[in-house]
C-alpha cells in the first residue's frame, strides 16, 4: 500500500511539473534588425536602441529584469547616448513582447540568446569597447554568460542589484515551499501585493510601471521557481567572474537581500578584485536606474566606463569600501 502510494504521489508531481518553453532547434543565423532580433530557433524578440548624435566612444546591452523589458532602458540609454555611449535593450523571452509571455524558457536560453546578440551588435560596431548592463535578473544573466563556456567578447560588466538570491541564502522553509509550489501547482499566479516592499522610492515611476500593459503583474510559479535557479547559477558563478566590473547596489534595497549580495562579493576571485569596483548607495532602492537619485547612477556608469580606475563622482566606491570593511 505504501509503495502505491508512493508511486501515485510521484505521478501526480510528474502530471505537476513545472512547465518551460525552451527555445526550438536552430533554424537560421541570428539577425539584429532596427526594432528586433532574430534568434537562431527564429524567436523574434523586440529591441530598443539609443544613439548618439555624433562619434560612438563606447556601446551597452542592457538587460532587464524581471517581469519588465526593454523599455527599463529608455532614460538612462537617452541620457547616456548624450555623452557618446550607444546603447541597446532587447525583451527577454517570456517577457514584454516576446513569444511565451509569463513562461520561462530556462536561464540557458538567456545565457544563448545574449551572446548572439552582443556577436551581432559588436559586428555593427567593430572596434568599439563593448559593454553589458544588467538590471536584478539581466544582472544574473550576464553573470552565467561571462562565466560559462564561450563567454561573450566585451570590455566589461555593470551589474545593478544583480539577483543572486541562491538558495544557499535562503531559509530552507522557503525553498521546500517553493519546490512543492512549483510541483504541484505551477500554474498557480501570485502577485507582490500586501508584501509592502518599496523596490523604489520613485513612486511615480512604480505608478507608470502599473499602468504598463508590458509589465507582469502576476508571475506563474514555475517561472519563479526558474528565476531561482537562475539566482542559484548567478550566486555559483561569482567566484569565476574575472572581468572588468561595475557592481551596484543600494542599501535599501528590499528585493535582493544584503546577505546575498555579500556572499556573492566576497566570493569575487581574488585575482580580479583589481578590476572590480563596487559601489554602496547609501539611499539606494533596488531600481537603481530609475530611483529619484538615478541621474547620480547613471554618471557614475558613465564615468566608470570612461576611466574605470578612477573613484566614482558620487563617492560611492568609497562608500562601498567603508561599509564592507565595517562588516
Not at 161 to 190: D, K, N, S
Not at 244 to 260: F, M, T
Request: charged share 20%; glycine share 8%.
Amino acid at each position: 500500500m505504501r509503495r502505491a502510494i508512493c508511486i501515485l504521489l510521484l505521478a501526480a508531481l510528474a502530471a505537476c511539473a513545472p512547465l518551460m518553453a525552451p527555445p526550438g532547434p536552430d533554424a537560421a543565423s541570428p539577425v539584429l534588425s532596427k526594432e528586433s532580433f532574430a534568434a537562431a530557433d527564429r524567436a523574434v524578440l523586440p529591441v530598443r536602441a539609443w544613439s548618439p548624435k555624433g562619434d560612438v566612444k563606447a556601446v551597452i546591452v542592457a538587460l532587464h529584469g524581471f517581469n519588465d523589458y526593454s523599455n527599463f532602458f529608455a532614460t538612462p540609454g537617452e541620457f547616456l547616448a548624450a555623452d557618446g555611449i550607444a546603447a541597446y535593450a532587447y525583451d527577454q523571452r517570456g517577457f514584454g513582447g516576446s513569444p511565451n509571455r509569463g513562461v520561462w524558457p530556462g536561464f540557458r536560453a538567456y545565457v544563448e540568446d545574449l551572446k548572439a546578440f552582443v556577436k551581432e551588435v559588436r559586428a555593427s560596431h567593430p572596434g568599439t569597447p563593448l559593454y553589458l548592463l544588467g538590471e536584478s535578473m539581466g544582472g544574473a544573466v550576464a553573470m552565467a554568460a561571462l562565466t560559462g563556456s564561450h563567454p561573450p567578447d566585451i570590455a566589461g560588466v555593470i551589474l545593478a542589484a544583480p539577483a543572486v538570491w541562491g538558495r544557499e541564502t535562503m531559509p530552507f522553509y522557503q525553498t521546500w515551499a517553493l519546490w512543492i509550489a512549483a510541483h504541484t501547482l505551477p500554474w498557480l499566479e501570485v502577485t507582490g501585493r500586501g508584501f509592502k516592499i518599496m523596490a523604489s522610492d520613485n513612486i511615480e515611476m512604480l505608478r507608470a510601471l502599473g499602468r504598463d500593459k508590458k509589465v507582469i503583474k502576476s508571475t506563474r510559479i514555475d517561472t519563479i521557481y526558474g528565476l531561482v535557479n537562475l539566482m542559484d547559477a548567478a550566486l555559483q558563478s561569482s567566484s569565476r567572474l574575472n572581468v572588468p566590473a561595475l557592481i551596484l547596489y543600494g542599501e535599501k534595497d528590499a528585493i535582493i537581500p544584503r546577505k546575498s549580495t555579500y556572499q556573492m562579493l566576497k566570493s569575487l576571485p581574488a585575482q580580479a578584485r583589481e578590476k572590480i569596483m563596487v559601489a554602496f548607495y547609501e539611499n539606494g532602492y533596488h531600481m537603481l536606474l530609475r530611483d529619484l537619485q538615478a541621474k547620480t547612477v547613471w554618471r557614475d556608469i558613465a564615468a566608470w566606463i570612461d576611466n574605470p580606475a578612477a573613484a566614482l563622482p558620487s563617492g560611492a566606491d568609497g562608500r562601498a569600501r567603508v561599509v564592507l570593511n565595517g562588516k
